[in-house]
């Protein structure tokens, strides 16, 4: 058989199998709202396992609050593209959308607890290539670069660098959008970054925003809901109505609001809203847990796990905490 009749073939069985129900399972459940993937070789997942296992109860009914839901998946592998490519692998055949994070750009969180990233323009403009491209037709939503635009503003970019940051948001997000089934949010800080919205608008804009599908909130910060939704709200009237998603992994409780390291493990807060695409808000497109919960945010001069790493009795404190 030709080349044109194995073709042939091939699609006429695709047409049979989608008339019997049999293409990839729906990603949205009965309500509508979208079905988010849950990682099953999440950290919290393996911590559910070992304390199962030990019979520690008590704790695994804690930690299982966690790793039966949704968290986003963070990609700074040097190639990127296996890891994508298996995630969205997965998750479409399990009916499910992931939340991936892009993160590798160029002096990445500022030499701080997450400094790393690529060591030039021109190796992030490949990587962001490679993890379009692994994307391909799969389903998927993706955040761009937690701070690299509010550290723009915070002036740590300095010599000239900012412009090329923000060239290479704004690349990120076209690469992105190319692909046909990718929602693309880039980050914008949270609410504590945010002293007057008008001075964000422009750097948005030069970053991309409007050709994403929006913009992504409180990504690794504690700011509450509703104080997170009123501070977006004022960006998004800047940029006329653009729509953003709420990372409300941890903030059940706020922010820790005075003291050192309130935004670094602070002690005290609990588990927010789960994810959820029916927000209740007409620019929200979701409630996402993006940060990990469970996963540290740096050893935070106290000696504490490196950033991503399991931490383990403050998972145990965010899961009790939430009631």
């Given at each position: 058989?030709?080349?044109?009749?194995?073709?042939?073939?091939?699609?006429?069985?695709?047409?049979?199998?989608t008339a019997c129900g049999e293409g990839p399972p729906s990603t949205t459940d009965g309500s509508g709202a979208t079905r988010f993937y849950v990682d099953p070789e999440g950290t919290a997942v393996g911590e559910l396992r070992r304390l199962e296992g030990e019979g520690k109860t008590e704790d695994a009914a804690l930690i299982r609050r966690i790793a039966e839901q949704p968290n986003a998946i963070?990609?700074?592998?040097?190639?990127p593209h296996a890891r994508v490519s298996d995630i969205t692998a997965k998750a479409q055949e399990a009916g499910q959308v992931p939340v991936l994070v892009?993160?590798?750009?160029?002096?990445?969180?500022?030499?701080?607890?997450?400094?790393?990233?690529?060591t030039s323009a021109d190796e992030y403009r490949s990587w962001i290539g490679r993890f379009a491209e692994a994307l391909g037709d799969r389903p998927a939503w993706v955040i761009v670069e937690p701070d690299a635009l509010a550290h723009i503003l915070d002036s740590c970019t300095q010599g000239g660098r900012a412009a090329e940051r923000l060239g290479l948001l704004r690349e990120a997000v076209r690469t992105l959008k190319k692909q046909p089934n990718a929602?693309?949010?880039?980050?914008?800080?949270?609410?504590?970054?945010?002293?007057?919205?008008?001075d964000w608008a422009e750097p948005m804009r030069q970053a991309g925003v409007t050709e994403a599908?929006?913009?992504?909130?409180?990504?690794?910060?504690?700011?509450?809901?509703?104080?997170?939704?009123?501070?977006?709200?004022?960006?998004?009237?800047?940029?006329?109505?653009a729509h953003y998603v709420i990372d409300t992994s941890r903030n059940g409780n706020g922010p820790l609001r005075e003291g050192a390291d309130t935004w670094c493990n602070p002690r005290g807060r609990a588990l927010g809203a789960e994810p959820t695409t029916r927000t209740g808000h007409d620019r929200v497109d979701a409630f996402l847990w993006i940060k990990r919960?469970?996963?540290s945010d740096g050893d935070c001069h106290r000696g504490e796990p490196r950033p991503g790493e399991w931490f383990s009795?403050?998972?145990?404190?965010?899961a009790r905490n939430a009631g």
């Open positions: 058989m030709n080349r044109y009749g194995r073709a042939a073939t091939a699609l006429a069985f695709a047409l049979v199998a963070w990609i700074g592998d040097q190639d892009a993160y590798h750009i160029p002096d990445r969180d500022c030499g701080q607890f997450s400094a790393g990233g690529a929602k693309v949010y880039l980050d914008a800080g949270n609410a504590g970054w945010i002293k007057n919205a008008d599908d929006g913009f992504a909130f409180n990504v690794s910060n504690f700011f509450t809901t509703e104080e997170s939704v009123a501070a977006a709200r004022r960006l998004s009237d800047g940029l006329g109505g919960p469970g996963e009795s403050y998972a145990l404190e965010l």
